[in-house]
Nanobody, 121 residues
């Protein structure tokens, strides 16, 4: 079965950095786009970043562009999110999600349980 396990969250001061990891299993990791999505306390889900199956194309929300970097290691079945210049508003639970293209539409069909990132001011 598909499993996505995030790690690397924690408490960091404003301006600091963290690197999140997502270990994937149960599917052909190299064949799928992958995503990071976050949920701040009391708020809805916010898509953060996506990467295509080969890792050559990356996409970011305006809120993190220039500060976060998504990458993947298909040999290790692992997705990463390097987060720099962190701000208190980046505080959220960060989820790894498997992407799925169906008939030209893109969605996410499997999610991890998330890892909490807290940025103190």
């Amino acid at each position: 079965q598909v499993q996505l396990v995030e790690s690397g969250g924690g408490l960091v001061q404003s301006g600091g950095s963290l690197r999140l990891s997502c270990a994937a299993s149960g599917f052909t990791f190299s064949g799928y786009w992958m995503n990071w999505v976050r949920q701040a306390p009391g708020k809805g889900l916010e898509w953060v970043s996506a990467i295509n199956s080969g890792g050559g194309s990356t996409y970011y929300s305006d809120s993190v562009k220039g500060r976060f970097s998504i990458s993947r290691d298909n040999a290790k079945n692992t997705l990463y999110l390097q987060m720099n210049s962190l701000k208190p508003e980046d505080t959220a639970v960060y989820y790894c999600a498997k992407g799925l293209w169906v008939g030209g539409s893109y969605g996410m069909d499997y999610w991890g349980k998330g890892t909490l990132v807290t940025v103190s001011s």
